[in-house]
């Protein structure tokens, strides 16, 4: 079983950016990050797949979040950007067995703790 371990949570303000990062004990297929705030469901944010060629962004992060991956050491990236209140939740990083990217949360078996994000306005 891949471990993940999710980094580089923290409080900001809006407009502000920060970096998550998301640990693999091992190689993984595809990756994604999702998010959760309290009382709603699991969202997908951004994806990438195996060799890190093809991404995929959820509409209400399009232009602002950025993922990257970096095999040779096995990590996993979330740029954002202009960040807003909407963007506060948990954020987990999941991975899959499976080398192309899915937004749908049960491909992914691999799941990390989570890191929390908060945005002040």
């Known amino acids: 079983q891949v471990q993940l371990v999710e980094s580089g949570g923290g409080t900001v303000q809006a407009g502000d950016s920060l970096r998550l990062s998301c640990a693999a004990s091992?190689?993984?297929?595809?990756m994604a990050w999702f998010r959760q705030a309290p009382g709603k469901e699991r969202e997908f944010v951004a994806g990438?797949?195996?060799?890190?060629?093809?991404?995929t962004v959820a509409d209400s992060v399009l232009g602002r979040f950025t993922v990257s991956r970096d095999n040779a050491k096995n990590t996993l990236s979330l740029h954002m950007n202009s960040l807003k209140p909407e963007d506060s939740a948990v954020y987990y990083c999941?991975?899959?067995?499976?080398?192309?990217?899915?937004?749908?949360?049960?491909?992914?078996?691999?799941w990390g703790q989570g890191t929390q994000v908060t945005v002040s306005s």
């Open positions: 990438i797949s195996s060799r890190g060629d093809t991404t």
């Open positions: 999941g991975g899959s067995k499976h080398l192309i990217l899915d937004i749908n949360e049960d491909v992914y078996t691999y």
């Open positions: 091992g190689r993984t297929g595809a």
